[in-house]
């Protein structure tokens, strides 16, 4: 047995997948929403067991905080600052070399979403965050294609697949946002790592028979646990798809085509941060930005970001015009910030 061959054994007697299946793995693209706590765990599951082109994406950076859970990070990663894309191809690669991984340093938005997840056949979500789900779900019904939700926070966490035209969409479950302030998120409860490793073995036993064409076998819950509390439950959806959905019912991808497209302004989840978006199409030099920032404050510069720190803030620069700035979480001083040092 050659060494491929033995790698895949297990998942191959494994009779639901099999022979042919492991072969459908290996000629599968999935996207990877979220190189966070989430989107490590999975990613780890869908490059172990043979995916053969995973795509991932992250906006951000991985810090120490981060390392309790988040499962492919090091601590030389967080020493470092590397984008988590970067640190998570790196590590999947170190872990089965056959596998494509296709890395991006970026915030997924209206304006790249379709180009980052139309082109797979099965999105995992790994965020931590409302809008990308909004977002993730238009691209999925526009595009027919299956993606399965998954969320955690504290020792609590839920998911739900998603087929399309056949499932109830995760606007049909959740036809509105949550008000900012009444979810808990991070900032305020916390997290342990057990709760990830659950809800993303659910989400990636859901993947693997997605992938496999066992469609048959697919949850058709909503599945939600407490590990502290030892709860579990499932609400069944076998009928609570909506037909007057504005995603699947009326095929209106309003996540997709925002009204407003301007820069954003956004708070990011227990981090003292802001992350400032340009408007679509900005693209920072940072050598030229390097260069003038040097004579005023301390520049770092590495591959993938620009680092430049003045007074108690904390600026990082992505080549994408992208700027988290840290110490702060008050919009109004970030934006100053901003056009002050990178520019309006
Ligand atoms: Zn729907």
Redesign the pocket.
Known sequence: MDNQTLRYSRQILFSPIGKSGQEKLKNSRIAIVGMGALGTALANHMVRAGVGYVRIMDRDFVEYSNLQRQMLFEEEDAKNSTPKAIAGKERLNRINSDVIVDAHVTDVTWNNAEELLADVDLILDGTDNFEIRYLINDVAVKHNIPWVYGGAVSARGMTVTVIPQKT??Y??LFPKKPDPGTNETCDTAGVIGPIIQVVAAYQATEALKLLVGDEEHVSTALRSFELWNNDYSEINLKNA??EE?P???QHQYDYLDPVDKSEKVISLCGRDTIQISPAEGTKIDLNGLAERLTPIGQVEKTPFLLRFLIEEYKLTIFPDGRVLIQGTDDKIIAKNLYSKYIGS
Do not use: I, Q
Request: net charge positive; aromatic share 0%; charged share 20%.
């Open positions: 109830p969409c606007r049909c798809r909506n959905c995603t699947c019912g």
